[in-house]
Structures are given as C-alpha cells and as structure tokens.
C-alpha cells in the first residue's frame, strides 16, 4: 500500500532553515509528481510545492517562492523541501502527498514551528 512519512520538522528561529524529507514506499515513485502541503492552526491545507516525476518542472506559492526548493531522488523514492529564511509565517504541518490510483494520499505530517 503506499505509505508517505515524513521528517526533518522542528522548532527554528526566523530567518533560519530546515530540510524535509519524505519517504515513499507503495508505488512506482519515478512515474509519479509528488506535492508539500501545509496547515496552519484554523487554516486551509494549501499547496506549496510540486515537483514533476523526474524532477524537470516544480511549481510554488508565491508565498513560498524564492525562499523553499522542492527536489527528489527517485533512486531513495524521497521528496525533499529545503525551506530558507524561514518566517513565523511558515508555522504549520507540512504534508507530503501523491495522487496514485485516482485516490490522494498523504503522509502523517510534520511540523514546523518558527519562533523566536
């Protein structure tokens, strides 16, 4: 079955940085475009990034842009975000998801809290 997990959250000072990493198992990782999402407290899940199955195209929020680099390596069947110049902003859990069989899946979340 496809299984996403997630890591690499954690508390970091604005300004600072974090890499996230996703795991996937469940399904041919290189056929496939994989999706970050986050959700602040009382917020909407939105997209952040996506990435082409061989990695040619990536797409961003402009709230994000110029500041997260999605990226994968389709020998590990990982998906990475790596987040700069973090900003209490960017306070949330970040999912990473595929859509596989006509059906979204998604990992269990991590998160990221930016504080000082």
Not at 62 to 81: C, E, H, M, P, Q
Not at 83 to 110: E, F, H, I
């Amino acid at each position: 079955q496809v299984q996403l997990v997630e890591s690499g959250g954690g508390l970091v000072q604005p300004g600072g940085s974090l890499r996230l990493s996703c795991a996937a198992s469940g399904f041919t990782f290189r056929n496939y475009a994989m999706n970050w999402y986050r959700q602040a407290p009382e917020k909407e899940r939105e997209l952040v990034a996506n990435i082409s199955n061989l990695g040619l195209r990536t797409n961003y929020a402009d709230s994000v842009k110029g500041r997260f680099t999605i990226s994968r390596d389709n020998a590990k069947n990982t998906v990475y975000l790596q987040m700069t110049t973090l900003k209490p902003d960017d306070t949330a859990v970040y999912y990473c998801s595929v859509v596989y069989g006509n059906r979204r899946y998604w990992g269990q979340g991590t998160q990221v809290t930016v504080s000082s």
